[in-house]
């Protein structure tokens, strides 16, 4: 326990020095709000009309798509050098973290992250389900009901 002693310290410190930087920066700073300060700020230029719209959340996640991808990738380079040294331990380690960012991009295809412009407009014209499913149509049933009389007889194996 005692030589982790040291790094308990440097967390306590580091800790409360963000809290006091907080509660001191909140109550000594000046509270003058003004019209320019709550204004966007672009690059030194003042807006003169609103934006035509909101950015779509389609953005931010292509974005996070290539920080996934951009991580994984700076994961692999130490590996590059050292795969000889890691042996079988390292290859199932990295194997391991392609699979879970392999299943993220599939999950975020499979919901549509990357559908733009027509694909986009085809997937909200056509139904998820069709409408002419029914629990008559899609459920098997078990027994004599529901099954046709000229159907053959299923043998127990």
């Known amino acids: 326990m005692g030589q982790y002693l040291p790094v308990l310290v440097m967390l306590i410190l580091g800790a409360g020095f963000a809290g006091v930087s907080l509660v001191l920066s ?3 700073s000046p509270k003058r709000p003004s019209a320019a300060k709550a ?11 609103e934006p035509p719209e909101r950015f779509p959340v389609r953005f931010y996640l292509v974005a996070m798509i290539f920080i996934v ?10 590996y590059a050098v050292i795969f000889r040294q890691l042996g079988a331990f390292g290859l199932i380690e990295m194997l391991v973290f392609a699979i879970a960012v392999f299943a993220s991009f599939v999950f975020l295809i499979a919901n549509g992250a990357l559908d ?16 002419n499913r029914t629990t008559a149509s899609t459920i ?9 009389a000229d159907a053959p007889k299923e043998v127990a194996a």
């Open 26 to 28: 909140n109550l000594v």
């Open 39 to 49: 204004a966007p700020y672009e690059c030194g230029i003042v807006p003169r009309n």
């Open 69 to 78: 991808f951009d991580i994984e990738i700076i994961f692999l380079y130490p």
């Open 116 to 131: 733009w412009g027509p694909v986009q407009a085809l997937r909200r014209a056509q139904p998820a389900v069709s409408p």
């Open 140 to 148: 098997r049933r078990v027994g004599a009901d529901g099954r046709a």
